[in-house]
T-cell receptor, first 113, second 113 residues
Framework: KQEVTQIPAALSVPEGENLVLNCSFT??????LQWFRQDPGKGLTSLLL?????REQTSGRLNASLDKSSGRSTLYIAASQPGDSATYLC????????????FGQGTELSVKP | EAGVVQSPRYKIIEKKQPVAFWCNPI?????LYWYLQNLGQGPELLIR????????DSQLPKDRFSAERLKGVDSTLKIQPAELGDSAVYLC???????????FGPGTRLTVL
């Protein structure tokens, strides 16, 4: 059974810091891994999707890495800003590329001015 | 390009009442998902459609929940009768059959009193 875990559950940093969010999964036979952002009371915004054949993906100040063998992914945020404050969730599909996503519980990030 | 549209955004009902949620996916996306998100948790899949066909409804409580996607475009999720434990956010997502990336709508926040 695939389980996805995110540590820490909450993180508070001062503005300008570089930070890393962690995601681990129990079954390394994944097709891809997707990172999302969720603002309070809002839906999920897709940030990055890494295919199983890739090791990392970058978008602006965000960089996501994937190590299938160790069952881990990290989301690196450079030069954090107060606008980055949100909950970040990682998810892997079950059974196929477009299968249902198994989500972690999320990391709630607060960036203080 | 318009994103996934959901309505209503908020709904408050008394227990035992029926309720329905509507979702219009991104144009051209043939796969549609309904997820349920409890407070502080990651979303969990209720049902997945490929065009008009429900290909994964194993997590849908069929005694009170039903869903339809008659023309393979928009979809309706219904609860009848609602229970207190159904209070949650109901998220709709869609994807292309050529890409695993799922795009989410803003969700419907249901409160059952």
């Amino acid at each position: 059974k695939q389980e996805v875990t995110q540590i820490p559950a909450a993180l508070s940093v001062p503005e300008g810091e570089n930070l890393v969010l962690n995601c681990s999964f129990t079954d390394s036979a994944i097709y891809n891994l997707q990172w999302f952002r969720q603002d309070p009371g809002k839906g999920l915004t897709s940030l990055l999707l890494i295919q199983s054949s890739q090791r990392e993906q970058t978008s602006g100040r965000l960089n996501a890495s994937l190590d299938k063998s160790s069952g881990r992914s990290t989301l690196y945020i450079a030069a954090s800003q107060p606008g980055d404050s949100a909950t970040y969730l990682c998810a892997v599909p079950l059974g196929s590329q477009g299968g249902k996503l198994i989500f972690g519980q999320g990391t709630e990030l607060s960036v203080k001015p | 390009e318009a994103g996934v549209v959901q309505s209503p955004r908020y709904k408050i009902i008394e227990k035992k009442q029926p309720v329905a949620f509507w979702c219009n996916p991104i144009s051209g996306h043939n796969t549609l998902y309904w997820y349920l998100q409890n407070l502080g948790q990651g979303p969990e899949l209720l049902i997945r459609y490929e065009n008009e066909e429900a290909v994964d409804d194993s997590q849908l409580p069929k005694d009170r929940f039903s869903a339809e996607r008659l023309k393979g475009v928009d979809s309706t999720l219904k609860i009848q009768p609602a229970e207190l434990g159904d209070s949650a956010v109901y998220l709709c997502a869609s994807s292309l059959d050529t890409s695993p990336e799922q795009f989410f709508g803003p969700g419907t926040r249901l409160t059952v009193l």
